[in-house]
T-cell receptor, first 117, second 109 residues
Framework: GAVVSQHPSWVICKSGTSVKIECRSL??????MFWYRQFPKQSLMLMAT?????????EQGVEKDKFLINHASLTLSTLTVTSAHPEDSSFYIC?????????????FGPGTRLTVL | SQQGEEDPQALSIQEGENATMNCSYK?????LQWYRQNSGRGLVHLIL?????REKHSGRLRVTLDTSKKSSSLLITASRAADTASYFC?????????FGKGITLSVRP
């Protein structure tokens, strides 16, 4: 149980285009989902926290208009990188927490590697 | 901002040996967790230790927490080649996890 999927697993796009990444909790309801970004050989940096049905809370330094997050249902959150540029190339990982467990126990997706040309 | 700082940054051992990884942090925490990440993949949760706990075991894993020193250690006993991965500590506070930089563990067959 507690499986989180991400789609796509990798994507290559041209500079200036937008890319949408999906994060799904497959066998549980995720009231809270988290989006992280990881550069090669570096740690995960929290970008934003999203709760179902409400606006996401972004970490300091993360542009909310560039990284659009939608958490429309208890099993799906999306991250849209708008007008992507090469510096947005990174590994994006989502995680999901079940109701009542909040952030303590997060189940992580396999990640999406974004390459912007 | 990153709170956890692991050391060493890289560790190479022979299969069967024990691996010890350390994590230090700066602020008060509710819990500390260790995760494993295989190259280019997502994270796997290994173990969580609460701030009022000092030691916890799970299979070949042993985690200690010293809140007075703001440090934690992860011990993997009888290592296997399959343990080769990056290991991250993450501190839980203020409704979010903050990850350290990670330790790259290589277990030679």
């Amino acid at each position: 149980g507690a499986v989180v999927s991400q789609h796509p697993s990798w994507v290559i796009c041209k500079s200036g285009t937008s890319v949408k990444i999906e994060c799904r909790s497959l066998d549980f309801q995720a009231t809270t989902m988290f989006w992280y970004r990881q550069f090669p050989k570096q740690s995960l940096m929290l970008m934003a926290t999203s709760n179902e049905g409400s606006k996401a809370t972004y970490e300091q330094g993360v542009e909310k208009d560039k990284f659009l997050i939608n958490h429309a249902s208890l099993t799906l959150s999306t991250l849209t990188v708008t007008s992507a540029h090469p510096e947005d190339s990174s590994f994006y990982i989502c995680s999901a927490a079940t109701s009542g467990r909040t952030y303590n126990e997060q189940f992580f997706g396999p990640g999406t590697r974004l390459t912007v040309l | 901002s990153q709170q956890g700082e692991e050391d060493p940054q890289a560790l190479s051992i022979q299969e069967g040996e024990n691996a010890t990884m350390n994590c230090s942090y700066k602020t008060s925490i509710n819990n500390l967790q260790w995760y494993r990440q295989n190259s280019g993949r997502g994270l796997v949760h290994l173990i969580l230790i609460r701030s009022n706990e000092r030691e916890k075991h799970s299979g070949r894993l042993r985690v200690t927490l010293d809140t007075s020193k703001k440090s934690s250690s992860l011990l993997i006993t009888a290592s296997r080649a399959a343990d080769t991965a990056s290991y991250f500590c993450a501190t839980g506070a203020n409704s979010k996890l903050t990850f350290g930089k990670g330790i790259t563990l290589s277990v030679r067959p």
